[in-house]
């Protein structure tokens, strides 16, 4: 069992956990990610690591409340524990040694992103970030940021945190004023890399992106993640989930997430008719 000792809730639909797991923490490096499951029976699902602590023997996951597994873990306190904890899964995220990095993360992706750009800042290489999100409120670990990057910059759908608009309008500012990097690593939603990606690629800047296609197995043998990569079928779970940006064909990605949109909006109603059983029992 893998026990919750740290938690704390960074807006109304993302919360922040530390979760004891030795042999995770041993070996987890950025970029990589786990596949937990709180009980019996429950669902198997992929997140991201943020951050570890060898010492303390912990992991540090982010995770949005969406479904019902989510909004499950969400009820969980410090104390509890998790069935499943496993990991690390996925290929370490291939660092760098440039002089100079640009980091932009959209929403939760402020997670994954935060690893790659604190060892990019111990190894000695200057990062900035752009970090965006629809309000105010959904612009996740600034102030982590903040620690080691020597710029942070803000970009609100609504204009509640800095610049009004998207976070390529943030992008296309720096580079216009002069801004030079070596490389740009996003990760966000799918539509968000891609128009990243469609700043940076016909100035060739170097650009890395983690995809986050539907997972079951994390071992490469269910082929639910696959992702097209320099026109080669690869599998997020073992050969990314970081690849190449300028590679990625992201349309195909992005019709690949409408597959199961019927399915994920059916409303399961086994619990109402298990309860129905019992009181009629």
Known sequence: MYKIVEKEVLNSVVQKMVIEAPFVSRKCEPGQFIILRIEEGGERIPLTIMDFDRDAKTVTIVFQVLGHTTSILATKKVGDELLDFVGPLGKATELHNHKRVLGIAGGVGSAPLYPQLKKLSELGVEVDVIIGGRTDELVILGDEFAKFCKNVYYATND????????????????????EQYEE?????????????????????????????????????????????????????????????????????AMNRQTYYKEEESHICKMDDKRKEGVNNG
Do not use: H, Q, Y
């Open 184 to 252: 740009v690593i996003t990760i966000g939603p799918l539509i968000m890399m891609k128009a990243v990606v469609s700043v940076t690629k016909p100035l060739n800047i170097a650009t890395g992106v983690s995809m986050n296609p539907i997972m079951i197995d994390g071992t490469g043998m269910c082929g639910g993640c696959r992702v097209t990569v320099g026109g080669e079928t690869k599998f997020a779970c073992v050969d990314g989930p970081d690849f190449d940006g300028l590679l990625v064909d992201f349309d195909m």
């Open 159 to 178: 204009g509640s945190k800095g610049t009004k608009g998207f976070v390529t309008d943030v992008l296309v500012d720096l580079l216009n004023k002069g």
